[in-house]
């Protein structure tokens, strides 16, 4: 996935277009709605900001992205992750 964004953000990139990518950790959804609360606990543990990201900090991000405040950043894998790093 990072090899395309970077192609297609150096193809896309003289018309203007910025492509990047947003990685995030496991981040609890409606989907795991019925997952063990201490398994929350033991993941947010091995966090360094020690709590599970939420939608709205992966949300931000893509804000951000979209934004022109963003309008130079390009290519890039932005990790939105807590800290964490996978292993």
Partial sequence: M???TRSWASELGPEGITVNMI???WTPVERHAGTDPEVYER???QIPLRRMG???DLAAMVA???SPHA???TGQNIRVNGGSHYR
Wanted: aromatic content about 12%; hydrophobic content about 45%; charged content about 0%.
């Fill in 2 to 4: 990072l090899g395309l």
């Fill in 23 to 25: 990685s995030p950790c």
């Fill in 43 to 45: 993941i947010a543990g």
């Fill in 54 to 56: 939420q939608p709205q």
């Fill in 64 to 66: 951000f992205i979209a």
């Fill in 71 to 73: 309008g130079y950043v």
